[in-house]
């Protein structure tokens, strides 16, 4: 009986797994492209994505979403916003992974934004931006951001389906 050579190849990508099978099949050599879970999992598994809470201690509904985080056992990165201001670059990043518009940000109810005019329709978004990253107070509040998406936490529940999902 002649001797049997075998390989084990293992690819961190589905898609690389299945290009390799590819290649290898087309050498001649019998291969097979096997998943022990859904991709999804294993990129949970294999890369722990860094939380980012922007938080106001003296706001209620800030402190009820950084509770549940805290209660579920979820390590997040606390950065009182109060104190360090978003720049305009940092600002326009998180407006985009919430899938919103400067606008939507804004926190209308506080003297800020009556004092600045910004109930405006015509101001532009880069004004809006430039007056949350001098006001801060004018951002909403609380924000959980994954770094490649983000939600505010009204209700404070949202911020568990961002991380859940």
Known sequence: MPHQRRTFAFCVAQVHAEFMTEQLNQSGVKAAAVYTMPLLKLARITMPVALTLYHNPR???SRQALSL??????DVNVVRYLDEPLTPEQLKALIDRLGCTPRDLLRKGEAEYTELGLGIPDIS?????EA????????ERPILDTGEKAVVGRPPEMVLKLVES
Request: one cysteine or more.
């Open 59 to 61: 706001c209620s509904k």
């Open 69 to 74: 985080l805290e209660e579920r056992g979820i």
């Open 125 to 129: 978004n880069d004004v809006l931006i």
């Open 132 to 139: 949350m990253s001098s006001h801060p107070r004018l951002m």
